[in-house]
């Protein structure tokens, strides 16, 4: 019986190792299973002898492959690409088992040889694709499937290490990053989450630029380096204060206290009192802030011809040129009082305003304070008028609050600016967006 047996036949792979002989196959038999397991284990053994003989002498044209359940055969190499389209590897390193991840948080295992088209179905090798390190606000940290990572999120833990770390300085030039839950003992500790604190802005009589902490600022300054006043950084929040119908008397207290907090503010100034302030309006401008225009004595705009509101606002452009050096770039319809003739006629950009302190109604300082800490945002103007006195009050506290919650305070244009590109004369202005 097993003399009948084709082995050939049983295991066609095989026959490619066969030595060559003219004549037709044998007929293929049926084995009872009995014999089966037996026959299969000689079969092998003499596969394997068989393999062993052709790669060592009798046929150097052959390859030996691989397969991915771990048998071994020597293949001719015409048939190569055949077993390689079937799955087999001509180097043992192919089918090393490897652990493939998917973004979605799936694991499979794959053998070496199949990791480029796994790769191109979009599994990786790499674990971080699969997984992501989440971070509480307190320090602790979580390695997630992506799949469940929303529900995380969800629950306050954050996948940016740099959403609940902020970076400290000191004037000397050290530098920490700490967990939020640590920022308020380091600044009690003397470190300062505002670079500007510590450090200045410089300019080189070359032109170069660059930060230079507070402890080295003497040392540049003897080596020519100027102090750049103030800086803005388009990254982070600001607000244009304007004040309308100055200049007056309590303006000075006003700019002493923007002076100090190294900001400025945007002043819609009637002619009439730029005449009667000068020194004011040039103070304003020398500490950068911007000397605008609100007419010469607080013209209702829509109620005089197109004629005489042009007029009303080039006179008091002129005056603060004649005084500052530079014409209004802006001017404030009184009572928000516009039309398109009034846009038409003058060749300035409108500008409104999205927070009303209602300052010159409550003359309250607390209730002008309130309004203005409560209503903030990103990208406000905020009104209000510097010829009262609670308002000036209400200013000299706010201003430095406001930038305690990270708002750099800046000229409606710088805001503009900055948020939107720039402005355009005979269009209306009331924040950085609308
Ligand atoms: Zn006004």
């Known amino acids: ?5 084709d082995i050939y036949e049983e295991y066609p792979e095989l026959r490619d190792l066969k030595p060559r002989r003219s004549g037709g196959r044998k007929k293929k038999r049926r084995v009872k299973n009995g014999f089966k397991l037996l026959l299969l284990i000689v079969v092998i053994a003499a596969a394997l002898a068989l393999i062993s003989a052709a790669v060592s002498a009798f046929s150097p044209a052959a390859t030996v492959m691989y397969n991915r359940d771990g048998s071994v055969k020597a293949v001719p190499e015409k048939d190569v690409d055949d077993y390689i389209a079937r799955g087999w590897y001509s180097d043992a390193a192919d089918i090393a088992p490897v652990t493939m991840y998917a973004e979605d948080g799936g694991i499979i295992t794959a053998v070496r040889g199949d990791v480029k088209s796994l790769e191109e179905k979009g599994y990786s090798l790499d674990k971080s694709a699969a997984f992501t390190t989440l971070y509480s606000e307190d320090g602790d940290t979580l390695y997630v499937p992506n799949s469940v990572k929303s529900t995380y999120t969800a629950k306050g833990w954050y996948d940016k290490l740099s959403d609940i770390t902020k970076t400290l300085y000191k004037s000397d030039g050290s530098k920490i990053t700490v967990m939020n839950a640590e920022v308020e003992s380091k600044l009690a500790e003397g470190w300062s989450d505002r670079l500007l604190d510590v450090a200045k802005k410089m300019v080189s009589a070359e032109g170069e630029e660059k930060f230079i902490f507070n402890d080295e600022v003497e040392k540049y300054q003897k080596d020519g380096w100027e102090i750049i006043k103030r800086v803005i950084d388009p990254e982070q929040p600001m607000v244009a204060l304007t004040f309308d119908d100055g200049p007056g008397k309590f303006t000075d207290r006003l700019l002493d206290c923007l002076e100090q907090n190294n900001s ?3 002043f819609f100034t009637l002619g009439y009192l730029d005449e009667a302030y000068p020194d ?3 103070r304003e401008a020398e500490l950068g802030c911007e000397v605008s225009n609100h007419t010469w004595e607080h013209t209702n705009l829509t109620a005089v011809s197109a004629e005489t509101a042009a007029s009303v606002v080039k006179k008091t452009s002129d ?3 004649e005084i500052t050096g ?9 009572y928000g009082s516009y039309n ?7 060749d300035l950009p409108a500008i409104m305003w999205s927070i009303d302190t209602l300052d010159w109604k409550t003359r309250n300082a607390d209730s002008t304070y309130n309004k203005i800490m409560s209503d903030v945002y990103d990208g406000a103007i905020i009104l209000m008028h510097d010829i009262h006195e609670p308002t000036v009050e209400a ?22 600016e900055y948020k939107r590109g720039g402005m355009e004369n005979g269009k209306v202005y009331f924040d950085a967006f609308e």
Do not use: F, H, N
């Open 1 to 5: 019986m097993a003399s009948d047996y």
């Open 264 to 266: 400025v503010a945007t």
């Open 280 to 282: 004011v309006i040039k």
């Open 319 to 321: 005056k603060v040129e």
């Open 326 to 334: 530079k014409p209004t770039p802006t001017y404030r319809p009184c």
């Open 340 to 346: 398109s003739d009034v846009l038409a006629a003058i």
């Open 395 to 416: 200013a000299v506290r706010v201003i430095p609050d406001l930038i305690k919650e990270g708002y750099q305070l800046v000229t409606v244009q710088e805001l503009l």
